[in-house]
T-cell receptor, first 112, second 115 residues
């Protein structure tokens, strides 16, 4: 069973701090990884994706991928209360560009 | 553009009843997906359609059938609903811009309760 593992949290950070969300995956065939944000009662929305080793930055968000360690992370700088949500990590199933395997999500709370 | 739309938003069924969840997208995407989301289980793929005319099983297909009616529409059918199918169902669509890019756009979800 190919798995994507996330710490379910909750992760609580003060406003303005850096929030660090982590994800590990078991499928070495997975090539690309996606971070989705899901507000309570809403549908997931994509924040960013990454497929190369290293860092990828987009505004306050930085995704990091380490294929050797099978580890993906998302850093949120200058966290805001509006960032409070569940963050879902997903990886494409090796051999298929269409199938995404999602982690169970990490609940982030940013305290004013 | 409405993006991905789903109907109904809420539904309550009795065990053994059947129903069809409807999904439509107006982004001209080739690929469409059905997921279910249960507390503590994350999103799990039920079926997907890589392109019009094709459908494939995902992680949890048992108890479901799908129809890719045309490029815009992808429906999910429960032939004989069971309490274990109580869940939130999300439809999604994507256009693979490259071999590594599968940004999926999600509909608002259908909250289904089976009594």
């Amino acid at each position: 069973q190919k798995e994507v593992e996330q710490n379910s949290g909750p992760l609580s950070v003060p406003e303005g701090a850096i929030a660090s969300l982590n994800c590990t995956y078991s499928d070495r065939g997975s090539q690309s990884f996606f971070w989705y944000r899901q507000y309570s009662g809403k549908s997931p929305e994509l924040i960013m994706f990454i497929y190369s080793n290293g860092d990828k930055e987009d505004g306050r968000f930085t995704a990091q991928l380490n294929k050797a360690s099978q580890y993906v992370s998302l850093l949120i700088r200058d966290s805001q209360p509006s960032d409070s949500a569940t963050y879902l990590c997903a990886g494409n199933s090796g051999g298929s560009n269409y199938k995404l395997t999602f982690g169970k999500g990490t609940l982030l709370t940013v305290n004013p | 553009n409405a993006g991905v739309t789903q109907t109904p938003k809420f539904q309550v069924l009795k065990t053994g009843q059947s129903m069809t969840l409807q999904c439509a997208q107006d982004m001209n995407h080739n690929s469409m997906y059905w997921y279910r989301q249960d507390p503590g289980m994350g999103l799990r793929l039920i079926y997907y359609s890589a392109s019009e005319g094709t459908t494939d099983k995902g992680e949890v297909p048992n108890g479901y059938n799908v129809s890719r009616l045309n490029k815009r529409e992808f429906s999910l059918r429960l032939e004989s609903a069971a309490p274990s199918q109580t869940s939130v169902y999300f439809c999604a669509s994507s256009e693979l811009e490259g071999p590594l890019d599968n940004e999926q756009f999600f509909g608002p979800g259908t909250r289904l309760t089976v009594l």
